[in-house]
T-cell receptor
Framework: DQQVKQNSPSLSVQEGRISILNCDYT??????FLWYKKYPAEGPTFLIS?????DKNEDGRFTVFLNKSAKHLSLHIVPSQPGDSAVYFC?????????????FGKGTHLIIQP | EAGVAQSPRYKIIEKRQSVAFWCNPI?????LYWYQQILGQGPKLLIQ????????DSQLPKDRFSAERLKGVDSTLKIQPAKLEDSAVYLC???????????FGPGTRLTVL
């Protein structure tokens, strides 16, 4: 049972345009959400996070939106740059649970075209 | 600041053999995690340590996998005996404390033939 779903395995966007990556979750106990970026042969790198008490968090070109009623979050990258080409993982955790491990989606491969 | 170190980076073994992976977390990080990432999937948590104690090992296949974190610093993950389905990248992550941002190492890619 996949608790975090990223339904788009890949996404191609032109340089300078907006990239929108989507993520859905099923576990209503999740209250902290993160996006990680991964290049080949490297470990995931933290990008941005959002707590369930917020519906938006911004950091430079990256904005994450959270819609709790729909159990949906999205990552917006504006403007998209060639270096943004990577696999993006959505992850979630339940801070009220006994452990802190993250539950990840399968990832979306973002390709920025020149 | 040095990142999370892992070794070896690659390992090829035959099924039923044993293998061990090593992780050195970021200095001062109390919490350490091992994740398994099968090709085409997201990372899946295997075990979480807080200092040298286990917080969560509910998804660790304990009949063949074991892990330890001696003195609350370095950690080793062992598989004995390995199966074909253990082929994956094994990622180690650390955080300053519980519920803090997790920093990942580069991973160890295991191929079981």
């Amino acid at each position: 049972d996949q608790q975090v779903k990223q339904n788009s395995p890949s996404l191609s966007v032109q340089e300078g345009r907006i990239s929108i990556l989507n993520c859905d979750y099923t576990n209503s106990m999740f209250d902290y959400f993160l996006w990680y970026k991964k290049y080949p042969a490297e470990g995931p790198t933290f990008l941005i996070s959002i707590s369930s008490i917020k519906d938006k968090n911004e950091d430079g070109r990256f904005t994450v939106f959270l819609n709790k009623s729909a159990k949906h979050l999205s990552l917006h990258i504006v403007p998209s740059q060639p270096g943004d080409s990577a696999v993006y993982f959505c992850a979630a955790s339940d801070s009220g649970g006994g452990a802190d491990g993250l539950t990840f989606g399968k990832g979306t491969h973002l390709i920025i075209q020149p | 600041e040095a990142g999370v170190a892992q070794s070896p980076r690659y390992k090829i073994i035959e099924k039923r053999q044993s293998v061990a992976f090593w992780c050195n977390p970021i200095s001062g990080h109390a919490t350490l995690y091992w994740y398994q990432q099968i090709l085409g999937q997201g990372p899946k948590l295997l075990i979480q340590f807080q200092n040298n104690g286990v917080v969560d090992d509910s998804q660790l296949p304990k009949d063949r996998f074991s892990a330890e974190r001696l003195k609350g610093v370095d950690s080793t993950l062992k598989i004995q005996p390995a199966k074909l389905e253990d082929s994956a990248v094994y990622l180690c992550a650390s955080s300053l404390d519980r519920r803090n941002e997790q920093f990942f190492g580069p991973g160890t890619r295991l191929t079981v033939l």
